[in-house]
C-alpha cells in the first residue's frame, strides 16, 4: 500500500490495450479515517483519458446513489471537490472512519 510499484501505469496500459474495461475502486477505507483521500484512480484517469463515474452506496437508507460523470479533462484538484461533495451526503457503513476534511 505504501509502495504502489507503479499501478497507475499499469492500469492505464490495460485501458489502452482493452476495447472495453470498467474498473471499480472504493474511495473509503475501513481501517481509518484519512484525509485527504487517495487520487491515484484520478490519475489513472487523467491518464488513460476516461471518466470517472461516481458511485455511492448508501447504507443507511440502503440505496445506491449515482453521481456526475468527472471528465479526465478538469484538473485532479477539481475532479476532488466533486468527489468529496458527492460523497458528503454518501451515509457510509462506518462513518466514524470517513474524513471528509482536515477537521
Excluded: C
Aim: charged content about 20%; cysteine-free.
Amino acid at each position: 500500500r505504501r509502495s504502489p510499484h507503479g499501478i497507475v501505469d499499469q492500469v492505464v496500459d490495460a485501458f489502452n490495450q482493452s476495447d472495453k474495461m470498467i474498473l471499480a475502486v472504493a474511495p473509503e477505507g475501513t481501517r481509518s479515517p484519512i484525509y485527504p483521500w487517495k487520487t491515484g484512480f484520478l490519475a489513472i484517469a487523467h491518464k488513460a483519458q476516461v471518466p470517472v463515474v461516481l458511485v455511492g452506496f448508501d447504507f443507511k437508507h440502503k440505496t445506491v446513489k449515482f453521481g456526475p460523470s468527472l471528465e479526465h479533462h478538469n484538473s485532479i484538484d477539481e475532479n476532488m471537490h466533486a468527489v468529496y461533495s458527492f460523497f458528503i451526503d454518501i451515509n457510509a457503513k462506518y462513518p466514524d472512519k470517513v474524513k471528509y476534511s482536515e477537521q
